[in-house]
């Protein structure tokens, strides 16, 4: 019956039917294979260079403020009316963080801090003690030959940070030989303050300026030489000359340096103890020495 149907639809067009055969399969889909271009590619930059392109970019629209330099430092806090302990702090940040600040500073102290106030100038010496470096120690020792007297014993203090031989030996030498009392004083106080590390011999010819500076009429001489005086070991001698100076003489600061000698050089208090109380109970001792004599006393065990 579909034939016949099939037939006579195929009449109405006026053609005549083909035989039926067997439907044909769908024919298989073709994957998409690449999309090809008969363009040329565009180049391609290495990662790295457009990396480096892209930073300088930045880089080149960026304004970059460099640190003060040591100069402006000051500069500016005398200006703006800021303390020494301000600069002291604006100044190590410039040393941080600016390349050659240390340098810097070391030149600003020797040829432009002359006229500035003695605060200042402590606090800028303080922080160059504290970046102590073999170059800041060639510039420091080179200036203490030219420059102004006033900044000399800045100078030595400035020093006081290196451990460098050359330096110690000038230490030695400038506390002997300098013709400036107040670089004297500010060398036996380094000095001092070295003690026990150094070299036995140095201390020695330090000790010979010692015993005369104990009686000299400078007051900062006499604090030195107790300072130089009181490194350890004690000399026997020194030791006597100074338990003496301690007993009778007419200074009431070159006595209390005498007994700040003693205890820095270790004597002990059954070696002082007859002084001690002669000068606690006595009414013609200065109340100063009689009161530094007590408290030394009282601080001992019972």
């Known amino acids: 019956m579909v034939v016949v ?26 994957e998409p294979g690449p999309v090809t271009s008969t363009e040329a590619p565009a180049p391609v930059a290495p990662v790295g260079e457009e ?15 460099l640190p003060p330099a040591p100069a402006t430092v000051l500069e500016d806090a005398l200006r703006e009316g800021k303390g020494p302990i301000d600069y002291k702090q604006a100044l190590e940040t410039t040393l941080r963080t600016r390349r050659g600040a240390t ?4 030149r600003l102290l020797i040829e432009g801090m002359d006229d500035v106030d003695e605060a200042y100038l402590f606090q800028h010496t ?19 030959d030219s420059a102004p007297a006033r900044v000399r014993p800045h100078l030595v203090f400035a020093l006081r940070g290196s451990n460098e031989p050359r330096v110690v030996e ?9 013709d400036d009392p107040a670089v004297r004083a500010k060398a036996g106080f380094v ?12 201390v020695e010819r330090a000790r010979r300026t010692a015993r005369a500076d104990l009686h000299a009429d400078d007051p900062e001489l006499v604090e030195s030489a107790a300072d130089v005086l009181g490194i350890p070991p004690q000399d026997p001698s020194d030791r006597r000359e100074l338990i003496e100076t301690l007993r009778r003489d007419p200074s009431t600061p070159r006595r ?5 000698a003693l205890a820095a050089g270790g004597a002990g208090i059954d070696e ?11 009414p013609a001792a200065d109340p100063a020495l009689r009161d530094a004599v007590q408290r030394l006393l009282d601080a001992q065990p019972r």
């Open 256 to 260: 209390l340096a005498a007994l700040r």
């Open 272 to 282: 002082l103890a007859p002084v001690l109380h002669e000068l606690a109970q006595s």
């Open 191 to 202: 000095l001092g303050e070295r003690g026990e590390r150094l070299d036995p011999n140095l």
């Open 51 to 65: 990396l480096t392109a892209a930073i300088d970019a930045f880089v080149g629209g960026v304004k970059v403020e």
């Open 5 to 30: 149907v099939g037939a006579a639809l195929w009449g109405l067009r006026g053609e005549q039917p083909a035989a039926l055969a067997p439907a044909r399969p769908a024919p298989a889909p073709v």
């Open 170 to 178: 000038r230490f030695v030498a400038l506390y002997a030989e300098d």
């Open 126 to 144: 303080l922080v160059l003690a504290q970046h102590a470096d073999p170059a800041l120690s060639t510039v420091l020792l080179a200036g203490l």
């Open 103 to 106: 340098l810097e500073a070391g």
